[in-house]
């Protein structure tokens, strides 16, 4: 910059992309009726088909175009609109030598990426709010949303004043059933693979380095950062069967957005190599030289977590009651991160109400804090010029 050689800017952007795979018709491949992937609750080995709705499907009888779907079969769908995820990523540095043996940098870094995988539930319970009626009818009107239109459902079958909304009126409870029972029947949970996510990240990472001059080689440096993603940001993402792994809010999936699995909110990194030098007395040499002391010490905030129901379904949903948020009742969501102590206030959540998701989001607590020190003290020998 000023042309003594000595201070340094640097900028650089790219933009790279990734595309779905065969994989992800992993689950696809297990859709019935081909797949016969079915779940029955309740099974005992004296009679496992006694509570599954229109009794026994395995082992398959015939694969021909007569195969029948068994009811409320376990699905996972594609999108057809699924597109390559794209990372835009840029960052600033400037760089400053001090004095002989030092180097100061600080690094801004930003990264935006966009159609990320993630699942959609689409089937869904409706949730029909207290009992039914004399008749064992139960109706609810919903506004309309994403995925449930407006209009007025209705549930039969209920044994008169028992709750409507329970697992065991989960399937006929879901909006396709409920649009068309006589298709309807057939799709149980049902994940849709979309390429809707989208993920931020910003980050400011500023370092000194010394070189190993005089022997002592000196690098720490710092970061200070922040990652929002969907749901699913990691791995195979939200593409589970069964219905699992999808955003909780059918009418929103933003309402599944937060800090992302891998977020370090601040991340501190101090190593060090100091060595001996080649002394000139060949005693001393033979004692003192060739030695080196390293440390490495790190400390980072830690990770988010989400706070659940359970295994309850107690938005009584039909999707992945093992993902349901928890409620956030206030105060201090954690107590102390030291040894041996309980962090999580319990007292600060509880389950969200039936029919409800709770006020919590996607790793919306941060998890304990950690730091690691590591030393090692070693020797090289020479046993000889070729060796």
Request: net charge negative; aromatic share 10%; hydrophobic share 30%.
């Amino acid at each position: 910059v000023f042309g003594n050689g000595r201070t340094s800017v640097r900028v650089s952007g790219g933009i790279g992309y990734d595309y779905p795979d065969g994989q992800f018709h992993l689950w696809t491949s297990l859709n019935p009726p081909f797949g016969a992937d079915v779940l029955v609750e309740g099974a005992t080995l004296d009679n496992p088909w006694a509570t599954f709705p229109g009794g026994r499907t395995h082992p398959v009888d015939t694969t021909d175009a007569n195969i029948g779907f068994p009811q409320f079969g376990r699905m996972q769908g594609m999108d057809d609109s699924v597109r390559s995820s794209q990372t835009q990523n840029w960052n600033l540095a400037l760089q400053q030598q001090v004095g002989n043996d030092w180097l100061a940098s600080a690094t801004y870094i930003g990264s935006h990426t966009i159609n990320l995988v993630q699942g959609a539930p689409g089937n869904p319970s409706i949730y029909f709010p207290g009992v039914s009626d004399a008749n064992g009818v139960c109706t609810t009107s919903e506004p309309g949303g994403v995925l449930i239109p407006a209009g007025t459902y209705t549930l039969t079958g209920v044994r008169a004043g028992s709750t409507c909304s329970t697992n065991g009126t989960r399937n006929n409870r879901r909006l396709l059933y409920q649009l068309n029972p006589a298709e309807g029947i057939a799709v149980g949970a049902l994940s849709i693979t979309q390429s809707g996510g989208t993920s931020n990240y910003n980050g400011l990472l500023v370092s000194m380095q010394r070189r190993a001059a005089t022997g002592i080689n000196i690098n720490t440096n710092y970061t200070w950062s922040h990652c929002i993603s969907q749901w699913a940001d990691s791995g195979f993402g939200g593409t589970g069967f069964n219905g699992d792994n999808v955003y909780q809010d059918q009418n929103s999936r933003d309402r599944s957005r937060g800090n992302c699995t891998q977020d370090r909110r601040h991340n501190f990194t101090f190593t060090t190599v100091a060595r001996t030098p080649e002394f000139a007395n060949a005693g001393l040499r033979a004692v003192a030289s060739d030695w080196s002391l390293s440390v490495i010490y790190r400390a980072n905030s830690g990770s988010y977590l989400t706070i659940e129901n359970g295994t309850n379904d107690n938005a009584r949903n039909g999707v992945a009651p093992g993902d349901q948020f928890g409620n956030y009742l206030g105060g201090d969501p954690t107590l102390d991160d030291g040894p041996n102590s309980q962090y999580l206030n319990k007292a600060a959540f509880a389950p969200a109400a039936i029919g409800t998701l709770g006020n919590l989001g996607t790793r919306s607590v941060r998890g304990p804090r950690q730091w690691d020190f590591d030393v090692s003290l070693a020797r090289t020998f020479d046993l000889g010029e070729t060796q």
